[in-house]
């Protein structure tokens, strides 16, 4: 019986040690952190920053719960380890968000740059048309070279497309547009004037 009774407080003791000497998931830290170093990318700190500073968080609190425990006696990291393995996995929709993001803002300025365009087209046709004489010649051409101007600008558009500098590309665009649209309603104005 005594023999019986000390193998079970040796088998109680063996158990109470395992669990006391169980280890912070070091192999997950350096993995999860890995993870959010490879997801730090320009495209995503431009197009995913917030979802970024979730993940960090999102970090630190694994990191402080490994602490917790690790200052336990019987800690027990498997919160920690599932809070580790939710970063990894946040990391990757971070670099999948952010892909998503910067092809829809690409979509977008490419849109942008068309509407310019054809602003600036519009804008020309409708010139074409003003009444001409000698108290509008003045104005014409200096709308002909606002509408020359705006053209060239296009050029940096492109370069900005080129670059991937897409929301740059974009306020462009629309700033051409708005430029353009203003020709037309000037020379609108000039004609509905004249018809009168």
């Not at 000497?21 to 993870?35: F, G, L, R, V, Y």
């Not at 087209?121 to 010649?137: D, H, I, R, V």
């Not at 705006?150 to 900005?160: F, K, P, V």
Request: with cysteine.
């Amino acid at each position: 019986m005594k023999n019986l009774f000390k193998l079970v407080i040796i088998g109680i003791l063996s158990a109470f040690l395992v669990t006391g000497c169980a280890k912070a998931p070091e192999q997950e830290m350096t993995n999860a952190k890995a993870q959010i170093e490879a997801a730090t990318t320009a495209d995503v700190q431009t197009y995913a920053a917030d979802e970024l500073a979730q993940v960090n968080s999102d970090l630190n609190a694994a990191l402080e719960e490994v602490k917790v425990q690790d200052e336990k006696w019987f800690g027990n990291f498997d919160k920690a380890k599932e809070m580790l393995a939710a970063v990894k996995t946040s990391s990757d929709n971070v670099i999948a968000v952010a892909a998503q993001r910067k092809e829809e803002a690409k979509q977008a300025a490419i849109a942008a740059q068309a509407e310019a365009v054809a602003a600036i087209e519009a804008a020309k046709a409708l010139l074409a048309q003003a009444p001409k004489g000698k108290e509008t010649k003045a104005e014409i051409e200096m709308l002909n070279a606002d509408l020359t101007g705006y053209e060239e600008s296009l050029a940096g558009i492109q370069a900005s497309l080129d670059q991937e500098k897409y929301t740059e590309a974009k306020d462009s665009a629309n700033l051409i547009k708005e430029n353009a649209a203003s020709v037309s309603s000037q020379v609108q104005a000039a004609i509905d004037k004249k018809k009168k």
